[in-house]
């Protein structure tokens, strides 16, 4: 059973930085695609980056490139998102997703609020 653990949200302010982490199990981590996407209230789930297994090129859609950077450590069956120059529009639940979103299993998100 797939299971998708995210941690690493709260507050911070404009231009500041969070780290997302996520802790997969139940399946063959390395082997997956995996993607990082957000929700913003009264919006549609928005996927924000992707990443293969191993490694190498991202996704980035244009709301969030050069600002935001995935990466995964397979050893650890573990996927980040690094987060820098935080926008107030980047407030949302942020979910990690086993390949892409909406169709992917999503662990139960972590809350990231942006705001001075």
């Known amino acids: 059973q797939v299971h998708l653990v995210e941690s690493g949200g709260g507050l911070a302010q404009p231009g500041g930085s969070l780290r997302l982490s996520c802790a997969a199990s139940?399946?063959?981590?390395?082997?997956?695609?995996m993607s990082w996407a957000r929700q913003a209230p009264g919006k549609d789930l928005e996927w924000v980056s992707g990443?293969?297994?191993?490694?190498?090129?991202?996704y980035y859609p244009d709301s969030v490139k050069g600002r935001f950077t995935i990466s995964r450590d397979n050893a650890k069956n573990t996927v980040y998102l690094q987060m820098n120059s935080l926008k107030s529009e980047d407030t949302g639940v942020y979910y990690c997703?086993?390949?892409?979103?909406?169709?992917?299993?999503r662990g139960q998100g972590t809350q990231v609020t942006v705001a001075s």
């Open positions: 997703v086993k390949g892409v979103p909406p169709g992917g299993p």
């Open positions: 139940g399946f063959a981590f390395s082997e997956f695609y």
């Open positions: 990443i293969y297994s191993g490694a190498g090129d991202a």
